[in-house]
């Protein structure tokens, strides 16, 4: 039996694999270990006066570079699809 490579994985990749592989219970482990190996970025404190406008931006900011990497998915797959059609 051969032993998955967690570490050799990109973050989307090792994501997917785990998605694909729900059992795998050391799969899961490597994700989260990995998730939370990341710096945490405080937004805001809750004391803070502007508190739900801070939140509030960051959560559009996120949104934002999500809707431009769809935007971005979306555009490849068109173009490669343009690119492939036979005149």
Same mark, same amino acid.
């Given at each position: 039996?051969?032993?998955t490579n967690y570490d050799a994985m990109s973050d989307a990749?090792?994501?997917?694999?785990f998605l694909k592989h729900r059992g795998d219970?050391?799969?899961?482990?490597?994700?989260?270990? %990995? @998730?939370n190996q990341r710096p945490r %970025? @405080?937004?805001a404190r809750p004391d803070e006066p502007d508190f739900d406008e801070k939140v509030q931006a960051a959560i559009r900011?996120?949104?934002e570079a999500i809707r431009s990497s769809n935007i971005q998915r979306t555009n490849m797959r068109v173009?490669?699809?343009?690119?492939n059609r036979d005149d």
């Open positions: 039996m051969s032993q990749e090792l994501k997917q694999y219970q050391a799969a899961f482990q490597a994700y989260l270990d %990995r @998730i %970025r @405080i937004i900011q996120k949104l173009e490669g699809a343009s690119d």
